[in-house]
């Protein structure tokens, strides 16, 4: 059974930095991407950055410059390093686990982290 669990998270004020991490644990392949995707009220779920394990990125047009997304294939972990915080960042950020298997593509899901930027 494979978990995903996200911590960090909170409150910030517009400007300022803020870190989440994410780890997964349970049959995990060597070969997976990871990323974090976010959904305010009343909107759609979108992709805010992605990272293979082999490292190749891709990120939302709109945190570009902003967000750093990283990863310790070692630890299972994936990291999203976002500064330059802005109000229309605010959202449930969720971590996301994507594998293959028997060529089929398996999506896992953390439980979601609230990120508010407001002053």
């Known amino acids: 059974q494979v978990q995903v669990v996200e911590s960090g998270g909170g409150l910030v004020q517009p400007g300022g930095s803020l870190g989440l991490s994410c780890t997964a644990s349970?049959?995990?392949?060597?070969?997976?991407?990871m990323g974090w995707y976010r959904q305010a009220p009343g909107k759609q779920r979108e992709l805010v950055a992605a990272?293979?394990?082999?490292?190749?990125?891709n990120y939302a047009d709109s945190v570009k410059g902003r967000f750093t997304i990283s990863r310790d294939n070692a630890k299972k972990t994936v990291y999203l390093q976002m500064n330059s915080l802005k109000p229309e960042d605010t959202a449930v950020y969720y971590c996301n686990l994507r594998q293959s298997w028997l060529g089929r593509e398996y999506d896992y899901w953390g439980q979601g982290t609230q990120v508010t930027v407001s002053s």
């Open positions: 349970g049959m995990i392949f060597s070969s997976n991407a």
């Open positions: 990272i293979t394990s082999g490292g190749r990125t």
